[in-house]
């Protein structure tokens, strides 16, 4: 028996046609698709605001934020 590796976009909806995943496995999979680069999206706000944090005032200038600004947004949640 040959396995053959599923070329569509979207390898996941390609499984479950071949009757490789079951619906359930299919949803488990998505929704830690999901989950995951929601994590990812959110650690990357953090890093990024505290780099803001971190700049002089030199660089907050040459970019065209004020350090009030740039405070507001490293004062925002992270799921925001």
Aim: aromatic residues 8%; positive net charge; charged residues 25%.
């Amino acid at each position: 028996m040959t396995l053959r590796i599923p070329t569509a976009s979207d390898p996941v909806r390609a499984c479950e046609q071949h009757g490789w995943l079951t619906t359930a496995q299919v949803t488990l999979v998505r929704f830690a698709s999901n989950a995951t680069r929601t994590l990812r999206m959110w650690h990357s706000r953090y890093r990024q605001r505290q780099a803001l944090m971190h700049l002089d005032d030199r660089l907050l200038s040459d970019i065209g934020v004020s350090r009030e600004m740039a405070r507001a947004e490293a004062s925002k949640p992270f799921w925001k």
